[in-house]
């Protein structure tokens, strides 16, 4: 295996990863990347040659839930460590420098590299009132991205927020959230929605992109297929109990306990697309199912919205309030349409007891004498 | 309505020699009740078949959407996904069968019964609403389907196509082929994959109180018109004057030939 000084090899080592745990660790991207197994030292290779490939880590209106998701695995990776070494370059909330030194430092880094770096953006863009919610430095978050899109290789959207907006694009939002392809439609942009999105999936496809010199394979909506291809329904630990009928009906029952499933709790797996069953959080420790908790859909478009009651089934129906469910709608539908039948065959009992009282009028005496009369079968 | 199709396959060898038109001499009386054959096998069939297979679909669809009455066994929501996809598969072939006969049944079964494309169909959709409203006394005298009927019929032929859209890009959800390329696209029109679950659960409710008020409204109309519409959904036939034929819209010389 050759290996080529600045390598992102050549950093690893120099920050005490042994060369085995970097061997295990291009298998396991191929894994998460659903390559076959051969890719392991496909990728190891490149990574042993491919140069340092400089990060702008861009943050807007959010909760720095990302960089948090990053920053606390519980003990340092390989995964961390090549995100580290990736991204030192700017990155508003772990960068020593602030204010203007900061700003400073990304200027120097799109000067140092033009069309040679990744941007990650987390966190969604306010377009309302000419961008005003948020500001840095003096300018407007969506002019910073603009300007740092247009020179990059390639743009990664981490969490929901940089998806489509997320949180602060929910119904009700004033600042016009929302994500980087609706800001930068002509960049290269892959989606990596959650809330917040898995480190593992991210490291994943920066990996791809040192290897194959792309990113990798997306759905409709811009997310990577090997973490968004498949329902967390189809890969759920807890799939046996659903197809056996076993279910939750009320938080801490007896079900709860035995860890049955949680879809008549409003868990959203069989419409939400990622790979947490598998991939996990935190290093692969747990995840909101296995934790006890119904999915809420975080990596779905809108999902504020279009997920929420968290704790139902069914969305609710628009037009009608939040505490209405479907059914009640569906209901009310039957009820009404019953209600109207019963007034209307009321209605019609009292024509016919009124017609038949009447004289028949001269033009249908024909047919008054037939109503009655035999049928020829 | 170009030529008449299926009557006369119906009325039998009776017809074989018959002349094309009534023998000058021969007098029938305008109040002969005589029986004619409106509904073609493949209407009955298909209508039977799609109403169990609603009646199917509902209860299982019912369970997959908050199951509940059962208890936990087996696989029972494994066994009641695969009762929901055979009753989905035979209700499509019944919607495609039926689909097939608009363009070669006869001319009460055919789509220019459904769509109200001539004026005479407009003016009727108008009185027979009046009709329904009590303010007109009389129904227009009709053999098949009235306009108002047909239209709504269209409506629930729309929702049905509904209903096999959004089933079938739910069932695609999982990956399964030819559904999930087939009909990938129909979530981002309904506002998310959560929204297209929810037209498929509020269309069940909306074809459920189609169903109330279609077993009412046929009890309504065979109660004035006196014809046994309603035995006609088993048997193909309604009985029925030769004046109403001569009357109604969709009757005529060519229909009352054909009555027995």
Known sequence: MATVDGSVYHALIARGVSRRSFLKFSAAMAGALMLPAAYGPRIANALSTA??????????????????????????????????????DYHETIMAAAGRQAEDARKATMKAFPNGYLVVVEGSIPIAEGGIYCTIGGRTFEDTVKEVCAGAKAVIA?????????????????????????????????????CPMNVQNLTAAIVHFLTFGSLPATDSLGRPLFAYGQLIHDQCERRAHFERGEFVTAW???????????YKMGCKGPETYAN?????FNDGTSWPVKAGHGCVGCTMPSFWDQMSPFYGRLSTTPGFGSDVTADQVGLGIVATVAGLTALHAGGSYVRHKRDAAAPPPPAEAVEAGTATGGTQA | MTT????????????????????????????????????????????????????????????????????PDGSIMRA????????????????????????????????????????????????????????????????????????TYTAIFVLFLVQTVTGFALAGMHGTEPWATLFGWVPSLMGGVS??????HLVMWVILAFMIHHVYSALLVD????????????????FVTRGEIEEARDGGMEIEELAE
């Not at chain 2, 109660?223 to 309604?238: P, T, V």
Request: glycine share 10%.
């Open chain 2, 80 to 151: 009641i996904r695969f009762i929901h996809m055979v009753s989905a598969f035979t209700f499509l072939a019944s919607g495609l069968l039926r689909l097939y006969w608009l363009f070669v049944g006869n001319r009460f079964s055919r789509w220019t019964a459904f769509v109200p494309v001539t004026a005479s169909q407009r003016r009727e959709l108008i009185k027979q609403i009046g009709w329904y409203l009590f303010v007109r006394k009389e129904a227009p005298r009709v053999l098949g389907h009235n306009a108002l009927a047909a239209g």
């Open chain 1, 158 to 194: 981490v969490g929901s927020c940089a998806f489509d907006g997320g949180l602060p694009a929910a119904k009700g939002g004033p600042t016009g959230a929302v994500g980087v392809s609706q800001v930068v439609p002509k960049a290269t942009v892959v989606n990596m929605p959650g």
């Open chain 1, 276 to 280: 947490c069953p598998t991939a996990r």
């Open chain 1, 252 to 262: 801490g029952d007896d079900a709860s306990r035995k860890g049955w499933c949680l």
């Open chain 2, 223 to 238: 109660h004035w018109e006196r014809n046994g519409l309603m035995s006609s959904i088993f048997s193909g036939y309604k």
């Open chain 2, 195 to 200: 929204g297209m679950r929810l037209i498929h």
């Open chain 2, 4 to 71: 008449l199709q299926t009557p006369a396959e119906g009325s039998g060898p009776r017809m074989v020699g018959a002349p094309p038109f009534p023998h000058p001499l021969v007098i029938r009386p305008h109040d002969e009740r005589v029986r004619i054959y409106v509904w073609q096998v493949p209407v009955r069939v298909t209508h039977w078949v799609t109403f169990f297979s609603i009646l199917l679909l509902v209860v299982t669809g019912a369970y997959i959407g908050d199951p509940y009455l059962l208890p």
């Open chain 1, 51 to 88: 140069k340092r490939l400089p990060v702008i880590w861009l943050e807007g209106q959010d909760c720095a839930g990302n960089t948090e998701a990053f920053l606390r695995a519980s003990h340092p990776t390989v995964a961390e460590i090549i995100l580290d070494t990736l991204s030192v």
